[in-house]
Each structure stands twice: as C-alpha cells, then as structure tokens.
C-alpha cells in the first residue's frame, strides 16, 4: 500500500508540474498581456513601459521560474486591478465555490446512486425507467436554463428561497440542486450498469447461498464493488464543478472562483488568472488522488496491480 501512495504522490507531483507550464504559457502566448493590461487607447511607448514594468519583456522560460519560485515562497504575486495579494483574494472567493462544488456533489450523489441502485435491481420497471427518463433529462437540459426555471418556481413565484447572494445556506440551494443535477445522470448510469455487472457474479451468489440478508447482499457485497468507478467519477465531477461554476454562479450573483475567472479575464488580471488556472488544476490532482486511494482501500486487486 505504501508503494501505491508514493507511486500516486509522484504522479500527482507530475502532473501539477506539467500543468503549470500550461498554464504560465496559455496566459502568455495567449496576446500580449503588456497592451492588455495598458488598455485599447495606449501608445507604443505606454505598451513598452507596461512591458519594461512587469518584466514581460524578459524571456518566457526566466518569467515562469521566477513566478514559480514565488509561488514556493506563498508569494502567488498582487492583483495588479483590484491592488491586492492575489491570495488574499482567492481567499474571499475560494470559500464560496468549494462550498457550491460540495453540496451539489453531495445532491448529486445522494440522488444518483440510490437510483441506480434501484434501477439494477429492478431493471425494466417503472424505477427503472424513471430512472433513465432523469438521466436523459438532465443531460439535454441546458444548466442555465434548469438554474433559471429553479429561480423562477421556488424564488420569484413561490418564494420559498432567495435568488441571488452567498450570504445564508440558503443562498446555496438552488445553485447547489443547478450544479448537481448536471452530473448526476452519468453517475447513476455508472451506479446501475456497475450494479448489474456485480449482482450476477460469483461472490454475490454465493453470499445469497448462505443465507445472508437482501440489504447486506446488496451493499456489502454489491454495491462496494460497483462503487468503485462512482467514487473516480466523482471525483472528476467535482473538479469539474469546482472550475467550471462560472454558469451557475453568474446566474445566482455568487462571487466564487469562477465569477473572479470571468472577471479576471475581462481585466486582463495575469497574476490572478495564473492563480485560478493553477489551483483548480492542483484540485482536480488532489481529488484524482484521493479517489484512488479510496478505490484502494475498497478493492485490494487496485493496490495489489
């Protein structure tokens, strides 16, 4: 098992690496941030100060060991728009998206695996095609239409819950039930095909053989197994909400990551983007390792390979 974490961990490593050379060079190459950053109206000779100012004029390969020599500091450099450490400002947005990301991961799984387990142990069935009739339902709809059709019953007709602000839990439902409902169709198709793979194997039959109870069949025996791809898929659909919330969070006015993404680019904040672009690339290989070291721990033939 240890062989398996340090292996993970290197990879892990790699892959954050690689990412920030992607990152640093997709900002840069991307137009020249000096004429960004002086604005439309600004001369050659402005351009050139902005330039000469912010080292941009510098080779590409001595600006991107300086910003990561920075970053091993804690230094992830100074919004040069809003006048504040970059951290400082990741520090007010963060927050917010992290918690959007969860609580619709949590919805999404909380409605998904249940209804995929339901729909492999009775296929055919009204459940089951219930089931198959959310799925496809919420992979034709459109997240922003969804988001709004949500605002429009439960915040401006009923008026059961606010429609816009990060200021309450309740703020966070809508947005929460938007974002989630997006990955839960490919989570339950995964959770029912898993499930009926599992159910008709060997170690299923024989625990049904010796007399064991439907429930303990089910989940110690079935379900563990079939999770095993959930658990990798989710962890991707959380990587995804965490960098791709821009949609939902504009809809509902809340100031996370993505918002500042959005911002940050019509400002041409460099210091900020690099930022975003790093962290939601070293989330996505976090949550990628922890999903394999939970897949692990729930199958020994992972590990043991």
Known sequence: MLFFILKRLLVTFLVVAVTSVIAFLLVHMSGDPAAAM???GASASDI???????GFDRPLILQYLDWIGRLLQGDFGRSYYLRMDVVDVLAEHVPVTATLGVLALTFALALSIPLGVLAALRPNTVIDRISLWLAVAGQALPSFLFALGLMYLFGVYLRWLPISGDSTWAHFIMPSVALGYYATPAIMRLTRSGMLDVMQ?????????????????????GLRHAIVPV??????QLGFMLGGSIVIETIFSLKGIGHLAWESIQRADIEVIQAILLLIAVAYAILTLVADLLNAALD??????
């Not at 658990?231 to 991707?236: D, F, I, R, Y």
């Not at 020994?300 to 390979?305: A, C, E, L, N, T």
């Open 38 to 40: 002086a604005g439309e």
């Open 231 to 236: 658990v990798s898929l989710a962890a991707v």
């Open 300 to 305: 020994p033939r992972i590990r043991i390979s």
């Open 201 to 221: 194997a060997d170690h299923v039959r024989t625990a049904r053989a010796y007399g064991l109870t439907p429930w303990r069949v089910v989940v110690r025996h």
């Open 48 to 54: 050139a100060a902005v330039r000469e100012l912010f």
